[in-house]
């Protein structure tokens, strides 16, 4: 079943940016009424993302205060998709080496189909962001469930807890809908790259293009663009 994409997600991804940009400074409350009304959105999806975000160490609980922003790192950052990278380059080279069974080989076409069509008219329009979260989470949730080693989706699991870890921590501007089209265009055709390995039994090429793929999807470049800014402000 195609994973839909859940209540507050826009507000998740909009705060994910907001974090990662440096609009939201450590330790700075985040209002629920005054996030809900920025956004357009009520007050409940705010709180469901700031749940999910406390989950992924974006933001820390003050009690009955509310929810502040975490503080984050390019070391913290840069090492939890690292992780991922190592996992699910494992995954694409078991895949490689192991072959594709009938059933994921279509399911992986599919998948791709998906994204082919999503990004085919040249833009991005109403509705395409939600569309790439549950395309994209399709494309990492097949892959590891069919690699036969259940402990790299549990560690997978675990390391998503860590912030901008997980393949669903997409950080976007959505009023930057060109610029997001180019960014997750390429990620796609670096899905199409990685099953082009995997399909060919290339097991070493699987791998390193599934390491490298995992800093294509949260926005990761602009983001240690930020980190690494603030690093040599504070060390110069």
């Not at 990278?85 to 069974?101: M, N, V």
Request: charged share 25%; hydrophobic share 45%; proline share 2%.
């Amino acid at each position: 079943m195609e994973k839909r994409i859940k209540p507050g997600q826009k507000v998740i991804v909009a705060l994910r940016g907001m974090i990662a940009s440096g609009e939201l400074r450590d330790g700075e409350r985040i209002g629920e009424i005054a996030t809900a009304a920025r956004l357009g959105v009520s007050r409940m999806p705010v709180r469901t993302a700031l749940r999910a975000l406390e989950q992924e160490g974006l933001v820390v609980k003050l009690g009955a205060r509310g929810y502040a922003a975490r503080g984050i790192t390019a070391v913290q950052v840069e090492g939890a998709i690292e992780v991922r990278g190592a996992l699910e380059g494992l995954a694409a080279r078991r895949l490689a080496l192991q072959g594709l069974d009938r059933s994921t080989d279509k399911a992986l076409t599919a998948c791709l189909a998906q994204g082919d069509a999503l990004f085919a008219k040249g833009h991005l329009g109403e509705g395409d962001l939600e569309r790439f979260y549950a395309y994209n989470l399709r494309f990492h949730d097949l892959l590891t469930q069919a690699c036969g080693n259940p402990a790299i989706g549990i560690a997978l699991a675990r390391n998503n807890h860590l912030p901008f870890a997980s393949a669903a921590a997409l950080a976007l501007d959505w009023d930057d809908l060109v610029a997001e089209y180019a960014h997750l265009s390429s990620a796609h055709r670096e899905h199409h790259a990685v099953i082009d390995a995997i399909r060919g039994r290339r097991a070493d090429d699987a791998e390193r293009l599934m390491r490298a793929h995992a800093h294509a999807t949260t926005g990761s470049n602009r983001l240690f663009e930020r980190l690494g800014s603030e690093t040599a402000s504070a060390t110069g």
